[in-house]
């Protein structure tokens, strides 16, 4: 008897129905309270998306129609989300970290009709700029109970009569994910169905997944590539989120949850790897013994090395099996000691304009500095007419992953979008002769020294960070005879070094000489392969760093080039002044 195929799913509308027959009762989202974890099956946050579509319906939310949450990721945010994609409307997510003047501008640019809000401070600050928002017809409190336009409320009202979902064609707008960008507008990114089960083809062909697979949701879900992997890729696999109840928790969270999946920032990953490292005394000849499995020849050596790799997995909760580790780049010592550990990390290069997977690099297949091959269904050409440096080009992306658009940007969209469908992405890359892409930076961020000499500054401003004691830098040298650098000091990690070392810093890191030197010496290190009018030729080391709360970082924590060069002008004269 010849076997049947699964139904596949065109849409996520039909991706979460799909998976509430197939995974009824495997748990889908954990939360915690009271110190202990509680989980909602498949069937019952299926049950849950079905009452707020019909919720939604009766305020009047019609296909095409914009609802907008601002909130943390919560099991609301997910059966808000889905509901709206069940009634052909644009789902648009909001980050808790932007400025109430954010969030009135991007409420306004994309007409949102109705808005739910996480938080008591949410709700008020909607209030005030109501006004401002003329589609917007209802506010919905996600946590009181009690007034009228609450969350409880709309889900109450959505019991009896059912609205059938739709099942949008994949050329729908699922979702409006507005980019921050280094400077200027935010920009509204219309990503259809089609798009982003196109890059969720992607993803699901790079992991292996198991009927207990789990995940622990700490990056915010409003950022498109989390979403797709933390989120909507679970819902396709029958696995388990449990939702991050706080930052700093997260590591206890780990080891309570056991996850075999987990999407997070370097920076996680990094203080596992300095952590060990400590315990060693900070010895690195033995973190390398532990990555290639050589024998020191002392008794025990072997066994020494499994307990540390199993240290590593027990920091994890002790069943982690893949990784993906979102914005910038891993040291290659830190994948290798992971890997070592049976953890599979993945990496890549991606934009929200092509719902966020361009390439991917796993285990096998990756090389040193790069991001990877470009992925299935996806082709990239590069535009070597655009810019100044030698061997790079502009990236250029094709595939059914490629927005629809911006929204009510037609000017930007068409400098973005290509008449043969091709996506500009703004990023400089070139390719080994195996297919794997290195990035270059960005097109706007090259510069031209006075000799003539072009710049990229991403790709050595990422080699630097590579330094446990530099948190961020940023190289400048436009029109000057020379490159120089501003450092941001991570505080912690220096202040460890001082401690190690016997010396004694003062209050302000920035004026102490020590830090000055030890910055200048990483600097010296982790740039010797650069070429010589690369090489930052002074520095300044920072008493305050580079925040998304003080402007100089966008939400995706990428530096604001303009406005950290008009802030620091002084600062960046003075090392000029020192260097002639």
């Not at 017809?137 to 946590?143: D, E, F, G, R, Y």
């Not at 889900?155 to 739709?166: K, M, Q």
């Not at 590069?382 to 658009?405: Q, S």
Request: with cysteine; net charge neutral; glycine share 10%.
């Amino acid at each position: 008897m010849e076997r049947q195929a699964s139904p596949r799913a065109h849409n996520l509308v039909e991706l979460l129905q799909l998976s509430c027959r197939r995974y009824a009762d495997r748990p889908l989202l954990g939360t915690r309270r009271g110190g202990q974890w509680h989980w909602l099956s498949y069937r019952e946050v299926g049950q849950l998306v079905d009452r707020a579509r019909a919720g939604l319906a009766r305020l009047g939310v019609r296909p095409g129609d914009r609802v907008a949450i601002i909130g943390d990721n919560s099991v609301e945010w997910m059966v808000a989300a889905y509901a709206v994609y069940g009634l052909e409307a644009t789902f648009v997510a909001l980050h808790m970290a932007q400025t109430p003047q954010e969030w009135e501008f991007i409420l306004r640019d994309c007409g949102a009709r109705v808005v739910i809000a996480a938080s008591d401070a949410v709700h008020r600050a909607l209030q005030q700029m109501r006004g401002a928002l003329p589609e917007l017809a209802h506010i919905v409190h996600l946590k009181s109970s009690k007034m009228a336009g609450s969350w409880h409320a709309l889900i109450a009202t959505g019991t009896a009569p059912p609205v059938p979902a739709s099942s949008p064609e994949r050329e729908v707008i699922a979702t409006f994910v507005y980019t921050p960008g280094t400077s200027g507008i935010p920009k509204g990114v219309r990503l259809s169905h089609g798009n982003l089960m196109a890059s969720l083809d992607v993803a699901s062909a790079v992991f292996t997944f198991a009927s207990d697979d789990r995940s622990v949701a700490s990056l915010p879900w409003a950022h498109i590539f989390v979403q797709l992997c933390d989120l909507h890729l679970m819902v396709a696999k029958g696995g388990s989120i449990a939702l991050n109840d706080e930052p700093k928790r997260l590591f206890l969270n780990l080891i309570e949850v056991k996850p075999t999946f987990l999407v997070a920032v370097p920076r996680i990953f990094e203080r596992v790897y300095h952590a060990v490292k400590n315990e060693l005394g900070g010895r690195a000849d033995f973190v390398a013994e532990a990555v290639h499995g050589k024998r020191s020849g002392a008794a025990g050596a072997d066994s020494t090395r499994q307990m540390l790799l199993q240290t590593i997995r027990d920091r994890f909760g002790g069943r982690l099996r893949n990784a993906v580790c979102g914005s910038t780049s891993l040291a290659s010592e830190v994948i290798d000691l992971l890997e070592s550990a049976g953890i599979s990390l993945v990496e890549g290069y991606g934009l929200t304009e092509a719902a966020a997977i361009v390439t991917t690099s796993t285990l096998g297949q990756r090389r040193r500095g790069s991001v990877g091959r470009v992925a299935r269904g996806v082709r990239v050409a590069l535009d070597t007419t655009v810019g100044g440096v030698e061997g790079l080009g502009e990236i250029v992306v094709y595939g059914p992953c490629v927005m629809a658009g911006y929204h009510d940007r037609t000017d930007d969209e068409k400098r973005a979008l290509m008449p043969d469908g091709g996506l500009r992405t703004g990023d400089l890359g070139r390719f080994d002769e195996d297919g794997f892409l290195y990035l270059g930076g960005r097109v706007k961020d090259q510069y031209q020294l006075a000799t003539g000499t072009y710049v990229a500054p991403g790709p050595l401003e990422d080699t630097l960070k590579g330094s446990p004691y530099i948190a961020n830098v940023m190289i400048y040298g436009d029109g000057r005879p020379h490159s120089v650098a501003l450092v941001m000091p991570n505080a912690p990690s220096i202040r460890n070094w001082a401690d190690d070392h016997g010396i004694k810093l003062g209050d302000d890191l920035a004026t102490d000489e020590a830090v000055r030197q030890l910055i200048a010496a990483e600097i010296e290190r982790l740039g010797s392969e650069f070429r010589d009018f690369e090489r930052p030729r002074a520095i300044a080391v920072l008493g305050h760093g580079f925040t998304v709360a003080n402007g100089l970082l966008t939400p995706t924590l990428r530096i604001r080039r303009h406005e950290i060069v008009t802030r620091h002008h002084a600062t960046l004269e003075s090392l000029y002044a020192g260097t002639r």
